[in-house]
């Protein structure tokens, strides 16, 4: 991140970025709704719909991989590619960040989830959200809410773990940040998707929930605090870790 930036210009590149993935990443979760064909009994949103659409769980990861990995070559150098208020609030946890720059790095985040459904819903209609539910995220049929909880948990330490890899130590390798913590995120869709809805982001989950609220989709706000707390405490987890393990030794 360099620091010849505003913090305006910062601000803008952590809203696009956001808006990446949603509206590329959890676009792809919308239309997966939205085509599962009328054979299978479904009709509203039902998150066992997943994997019975147009693009199934691989689509979905594939569009997760570049609505996350493009942004980061594009802002990386900018903001930092946060993109994520868990990243933000972790990196500002560990006085990588300062408060007032965490703050309205988290508000971008947010607002560029919530404009991005706003916006996906314009071009694709309200179904969107009544079918659809915005891609948002929930414990599948038979997950308990801990179950759910440990998932987030798992997939953002990691995925945090990758970006003190990947772009925050001094070693990492170069150009790689964007392909690399894109990957987690892929593998986690894959991999969790269907237990948890793989949100790894505050602002992914949040952005969703805000736009159903507008336009008559479910309401999912009960589980709302699985995916604001899980992911940032794994993402705080992740980085006292790596601290401790493998930047104790520079």
């Given amino acids: ?9 910062k601000a803008i590149a ?26 299978v009994e479904y009709g509203t949103y039902v998150l066992n719909g997943l994997g019975h659409g147009a693009l199934g769980w691989t689509g979905i990861a594939i569009a997760h991989l570049f609505a996350v990995g493009i942004p980061i070559y594009l802002f990386g150098r900018v903001s930092g590619a946060h993109i994520n208020p868990a990243v933000t609030i972790a990196l500002w946890v560990t006085k990588r960040i300062d408060a007032k720059t965490s703050a309205v790095y988290i508000v971008s985040q947010i607002l560029g989830a919530t404009i991005a459904g706003i916006l996906f819903v314009l071009v694709r209609g309200t179904v969107a959200a009544t079918i659809g539910g915005m891609g948002a995220t929930a414990p599948f049929p038979g997950v308990t809410v801990g179950q759910a909880f440990l998932v987030e948990f798992i997939i953002t330490f990691f995925l945090m773990f ?8 001094s070693r990492a390798p170069e150009n790689f940040a964007g392909f690399g913590i894109a990957s987690i995120i892929a593998m986690g869709v894959f991999a969790t998707g269907n237990i948890s809805g793989a949100s790894f ?15 008559g989709g479910p309401d999912l706000w009960g589980v709302a605090w699985i995916y604001i707390l899980a992911p940032t405490l794994g993402a705080i987890a992740a980085v006292y870790f790596y601290d401790q393990i493998f930047l104790n030794s520079e």
């Fill in 1 to 9: 991140m360099s620091s010849n930036y505003t913090l305006t210009q």
């Fill in 14 to 39: 952590e809203f696009l970025g956001t808006f990446s993935i949603l509206f590329f990443g959890v676009g792809s979760v919308i239309i997966e709704f939205l085509t599962v064909p009328d054979s």
């Fill in 162 to 169: 990758g970006v003190m890899a990947f772009a925050v130590d």
């Fill in 201 to 215: 982001n505050p602002a992914r989950s949040l952005g969703p929930y805000i736009v159903n609220t507008i336009y």
